[in-house]
């Protein structure tokens, strides 16, 4: 049996056209099934290319069935101990580039920064191959461990190695450990991770962005509207520079996105990354994983101070920082965050695979996880503070449809209880009867809307009751020379098509600020 359909060997065998140096698949594998399955696709992968081979090695010390892959003659390399295909397929298909010569685009700074290192780095990274986040982790590792023999890497697809999962009490992905000590948890970027690893990398990252000059607009944020307003605002010829803690915002959580207007479909990663992509295409300065500390509105501008102690001054500043998971604010929710408290079920589902689970919120995208986890988990209950699901109709009918998920309305979450470091059940008020009652499980699920990320904003500028940044027809604020756009606003429907339009909105009204101001007497 096949592992690749034909249209993925295809692909595969154009990528590995580019391979410049002969690579060696090293196999460690037992007689499961898995290591079947993995021997498969080794030998498939190897019939594509006549630069690689594929051995098998007898290794007591390695995880079986992984596979080591590497240049021949070398025992060093990055390994991955699962099959990966899915959203792995993207990492599988790097490494080989990667290892057999072909170069990152990663920028040449951050790389001479990796080969840098010094020091004996062994991650492992657990994944599942649903999960969205987790490309992006083992891509930056793997790149690492190309670029610095002091660093070594290996995958591990939690669902084939449930024993570690449990042993490591690892209950939400992409995991990271180092030297066998927890590293992270949650999407990162390779700045990010490397940065984490280089401790005066921030100390140095403060001091070039005081040198920058003020910028004519610099943009708070890289989301979607980030991103429009950088671009409109290029296209005028002023200096224009985007801060943003990640770029790419929101989008990078979502899955699957089918109502962009002349995209019939893609996924979140891959739209983000396209934003990004045409921004570069402008003379945009972009200062990633920066997050915004204060807003000061001063004589010849605003200054936007940051979180590493850096400082960036500018005659306009354009507010995009989107929104966040909102959280259930309930004893036990922080307590047991990645042991069982979770927020994406794309992710995380695979790891409570025959365990019973909560999902909280009853609009679309909670049912929506409600039935993606009902094929994985023994059990799924879905509960509602309203009356009623805001669901869309399609989407309840296929809910009440499946035999192993129940839906209690009127519940009001209370408490999340836990035990030995792990969720255990939860608390909620019946708010009919007002009876309290407590419901046994091992993962939840939260699915309750965004919240805007404005906290550093209060006492700056107008926020409405529920944060949001209050913004006239043309994106202004209260305060001359600041505008804002996107999911931290007031304008009403989160949608990314939106977002984009309030964000070159925006540009345009900060561009025509300027030249009101700047404009002789």
């Known amino acids: 049996?096949?592992?690749?359909?034909?249209?993925?060997?295809?692909?595969?065998?154009?990528?590995?056209?580019?391979?410049?140096?002969?690579?060696e698949l090293v196999a460690s594998l037992d007689?499961?099934?898995?290591?079947?399955?993995?021997?498969?696709?080794?030998?498939?992968?190897?019939a594509l290319s006549t630069k690689i081979t594929v051995v098998e090695?007898?290794?007591?010390?390695?995880?079986?069935?992984?596979?080591?892959i590497t240049n021949p003659g070398t025992i060093s390399g990055l390994r991955f101990a699962g099959v990966p295909l899915g959203h792995e397929f993207t990492s599988l298909v790097l490494a080989l580039l990667q290892i057999g010569g072909h170069p990152s685009k990663e920028p040449q700074e951050l790389q001479e920064q990796i080969r840098g290192l010094k020091g004996q780095y062994h991650f492992e990274t657990y994944y599942s191959i649903t999960c969205h986040n987790c490309p992006d982790v083992i891509q930056a590792l793997n790149l690492m461990t190309v670029l610095n023999p002091g660093i070594t890497h290996t995958a591990i697809d939690g669902a084939l190695y449930q024993k570690e999962i449990d042993e490591r009490e690892i209950m939400g992905v992409p995991a990271v450990f180092l030297?066998?000590?927890?590293?992270?948890?949650?999407r990162m970027e390779l700045a990010e991770i490397v940065?984490?690893?280089?401790?005066?990398?921030?100390t140095r990252a403060a001091?070039?962005?005081?040198?920058?000059?003020p910028f004519d607009v610099l943009i708070v944020g890289g989301g979607p509207a980030g991103a429009a307003a950088a671009i409109y605002a290029a296209r005028k010829g002023i200096r224009t520079g985007v801060a943003a803690e990640r770029f790419g915002g929101q989008v990078l959580d979502t899955v699957d996105i089918e109502n962009y207007i002349s995209v019939p479909k893609t996924d979140g990663p891959r739209f983000a990354a396209d934003l990004e992509r045409h921004v570069r295409d402008y003379e945009v300065d972009i200062m990633n994983l920066q997050q915004a500390k204060l807003l000061v509105p001063t004589d010849s501008g605003v200054e936007v101070r940051l979180e590493n102690g850096a400082s960036l001054k500018a005659k306009t500043v354009i507010l995009a920082t989107g929104a966040r998971w909102r959280s259930m604010n309930v004893p036990g929710e922080e307590e047991y965050r990645t042991k069982g408290v979770t927020y994406c079920p794309h992710c995380d589902g695979p790891l409570f695979?025959?365990?019973?689970?909560?999902?909280?919120?009853?609009?679309n995208s909670g049912v929506e996880a409600a039935i993606d986890l009902a094929g994985v988990v023994a059990h799924v209950t879905l509960l509602e503070f309203a009356d009623k699901m805001r669901a869309d109709d399609v989407l309840q009918r296929k809910l009440r449809s499946l035999p192993n998920v129940d839906v209690i309305l009127n519940?009001?979450?209370?408490?999340?209880?836990?035990?030995q470091g792990k969720v255990n059940g939860l608390t909620y008020k019946d708010r009919v009867s007002g009876t309290v009652k407590n419901l046994p499980l091992e993962g939840i699920f939260v699915q309750i809307g965004l919240l805007p990320n404005t906290d550093w904003l209060k006492g700056t500028v107008e926020l409405n009751r529920m944060g949001e940044i209050v913004v006239d027809a043309h994106g202004k604020t209260n305060v001359p020379g600041v505008f804002a756009a996107g999911d931290c606003t007031s304008v009403p429907y989160k949608q990314i098509v939106i977002a984009a339009g309030e964000g070159a909105k925006a540009a345009l009204s900060a561009f025509d600020h300027l030249i009101r101001t700047s404009a002789p007497a």
């Open 195 to 202: 940065n984490k690893i280089d401790t005066s990398a921030a």
């Open 353 to 363: 695979k025959g365990k019973r689970v909560a999902v909280i919120g009853g609009g």
């Open 1 to 23: 049996m096949s592992i690749l359909d034909d249209t993925l060997k295809t692909q595969l065998k154009a990528y590995l056209e580019r391979l410049t140096k002969p690579v």
């Open 207 to 213: 001091e070039a962005l005081n040198q920058k000059d």
């Open 57 to 68: 090695r007898l290794d007591d010390n390695e995880r079986k069935p992984s596979f080591l």
């Open 31 to 46: 007689d499961s099934e898995g290591s079947r399955q993995m021997k498969g696709l080794l030998n498939e992968i190897k």
């Open 411 to 419: 519940a009001q979450t209370t408490e999340v209880t836990g035990a």
């Open 179 to 186: 030297n066998g000590q927890p590293f992270g948890q949650g």
